[in-house]
């Protein structure tokens, strides 16, 4: 079935998709109100969502869409192939950054949006976990990794 916009009109709207979502933002704000320092987008391999270079640390926030959730993942109907194509690279890329970052020794945690959706508190808790538990903020208050 052939596309029913141009190319042009394609291109265009890929153009004006955001690199940040609003959900992004609000994960990060709510880190940072918790005391949390890191960089969002930065300039790094896989650009990672949060990065936290002095531990090591990146997180990806991923989209349901884009990167394929077994639960909530679904191909437009239309152009198949193409999509098809494109997601199965997406998840390709994904375990190329994973590796990347494991093998050059950082944390890395990859988390789906519809956690944030389910539960914005708990999922931004297990950010803020596996920050604690992956870099010197342990030390200085263990007690807050009690929350098991």
């Not at 152009?79 to 994904?94: G, P």
Request: charge should be positive; include cysteine; aromatic fraction near 12%.
């Amino acid at each position: 079935m052939p596309e029913k916009i141009t190319k042009e009109q394609r291109s265009n709207n890929m153009r004006a998709i955001k690199s940040q979502s609003m959900l992004e933002n609000a994960i990060t704000k709510a880190l940072w109100r918790n005391g949390f320092r890191f960089r969002k987008n930065a300039k790094m391999f896989g650009k990672p969502d949060i990065s936290i270079k002095k531990y090591k640390i990146v997180i990806f926030i991923d989209s349901c869409f884009w990167h394929c959730c077994p639960i909530h993942g679904n191909m437009p109907k239309s152009n198949q192939e193409y999509w098809t194509k494109k997601l199965a690279r997406n998840v390709s890329r994904d375990q190329e950054v994973n590796e990347y970052y494991q093998d050059n020794g950082w944390k890395v945690m990859r988390i789906w949006e519809h956690e944030f959706k389910q539960n914005f508190d708990a999922a931004v808790d297990s950010l803020a976990k596996f920050i604690r538990t992956n870099s010197v903020l342990k030390e200085k208050h263990p007690e807050s990794l009690s929350e098991d």
